[in-house]
């Protein structure tokens, strides 16, 4: 068998408990301008598509249910101003048909199980209805969240804060500060083990905004123990970290990653996206199209990252566990991963924990080539047009949300 180097750099310590993990289709699906979220944008792919998962977490020795981010909730129409006034000036399509609460409820979940819901970040994209979960539900935030004095209390109480304070009142609020030194750097990222054996980890994962944290649970322990990396908004699209040094594109992409289209020939040459990478035309020392991931975190001035150069930064250190064959990346918005892989709503009983041996990793790491450009015409299309409301359009939504939006400039009454 193969030396998994990027094991021995990843430095991840040894345990044989591992927490069972279920992703749950949210059903939100964003659709955002692309020069906000990648560089250099091509002609052809000026928008991206983000679906968002989230992700049951069972964690057998204690019996205790965890989830990780919650996606949108469905009546978006209620989010604080802050938030609201942003979708409705620069979101080009939104659509959300269910709450996660909702999906969770119908699949017999009870919200009462739920002991911990670990939101990556605050945005509205990953805080759900929060609110619905019980009092004994703990929110568990990333580093410098509770003292940063624009989110708490929260909306309305502080017109400006992207968190409803109904969110955060009434319950445990954990923010997770990465100040145990005792505790190892996987990766490169500060860790906090979150059960306390090994099954589950938070990383510190900074740039996208204040306290991003990504998950890192054990899906089957051992000494080959495997992984798989909730990466939250690390970054949004899957060619930021691919292709790299430790996978490369193979000489042919598999057929079965590709959409069946006419552009793609079959066996279709990874020529086809090498020979537009942006990387051929850029500066004077070209790098290797095959071994370079495609794009790069966004520095434009409407940046969806607080930090730029923090979040490549990051997410260069995510190229290490990408490259391990003992570690499945899942970024919130990744659509390859919900398209292919099984999900609560479709197979409740199914999980993640067999990826491995299933192949999941080959299966979804080059479905995002589907999205790129094609000789500058449109990569694949727009998931969603315009905004929806009870499973209809709602062609009235930009000007309700500006209206409501317009909260967050006013001062508290
Ligand atoms: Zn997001």
Same mark, same amino acid.
């Given at each position: 068998?193969?030396?998994?180097? @990027? =094991?021995?750099?990843?430095?991840?310590p040894s345990s044989d408990v591992t927490v069972r993990i279920r992703m749950v289709d949210t059903t939100g699906v964003i659709v955002v301008r692309a020069i906000s979220f990648i560089e250099p944008v091509q002609p052809g792919h000026e928008i991206l598509n983000l679906p968002c998962a989230a992700f049951l977490i069972d964690h057998p020795p204690s019996g205790r249910k965890i989830m990780f981010d919650l996606g949108v909730r469905k009546d978006y129409w209620k989010l604080p101003a802050g938030p609201q006034k942003r979708l409705g000036m620069v979101t080009p399509a939104l659509?959300?048909?269910?709450?996660?609460?909702?999906?969770?409820?119908?699949k017999g979940i009870d919200l009462s199980e739920i002991s911990s819901v670990i939101w990556s970040h605050y945005h509205?994209?990953?805080?759900? @209805? =929060?609110?619905?979960?019980?009092?004994s539900t703990e929110l568990v935030v990333g580093p410098g969240f509770v003292s940063l004095p624009s989110l708490l209390p929260g909306y309305p109480h502080n017109p400006q804060s992207p968190i409803d304070s109904a969110a955060v009142e009434n319950r445990v609020l954990t923010e997770i500060a990465f100040d145990d030194a005792a505790s190892p750097r996987i990766g490169g990222f500060r860790s906090h083990d979150f059960f306390g054996d090994g099954s589950f980890y938070l990383l510190d994962t900074p740039g996208h905004c204040l306290g991003h944290i990504c998950g890192l649970a054990r899906t089957t322990g051992g000494s080959d123990s495997t992984f798989v990396l909730l990466g939250g908004d690390i970054c949004h699209f899957a060619g930021d970290f691919r292709p790299s040094r430790q996978i490369p594109f193979p000489p042919a992409i598999p057929c079965s990653s590709l959409d069946r289209d006419a552009y793609f020939p079959i066996p279709c040459p990874c020529s086809l996206f090498a020979d537009s990478h942006p990387s051929n035309a850029a500066g004077t020392k070209p790098l290797d199209p095959c071994k370079t991931p495609f794009y790069r975190i966004s520095t434009h001035e409407t940046a969806a990252y607080t930090d730029s150069a923090e979040s490549q930064r990051s997410v260069d250190k995510l190229i290490v566990f990408d490259g391990s064959p003992s570690v499945l990346v899942c970024l919130a918005h990744d659509g390859t991963m919900l398209r292919k892989l099984p999900t609560l709503n479709s197979n409740p009983e199914e999980d993640l924990n067999d990826w491995k041996r299933r192949g999941y990793k080959e299966m979804i790491h080059w479905g995002w080539l589907n999205e790129l450009p094609r000789n500058g015409k449109l990569g694949r299309k727009q998931a969603v047009k315009g905004f929806w409301r009870d499973y209809q359009q709602w062609p009235e939504a930009q000007e309700v949300l500006c209206k409501?939006?317009?909260?967050?400039?006013?001062p508290l009454l």
């Open positions: 068998m193969e030396e998994d180097y @990027s =094991m021995s750099q990843l430095k991840i659509r959300v048909d269910k709450d996660t609460t909702e999906i969770l409820m119908e509205w994209d990953h805080t759900g @209805s =929060m609110e619905l979960f019980p009092s409501n939006g317009e909260a967050a400039a006013s």
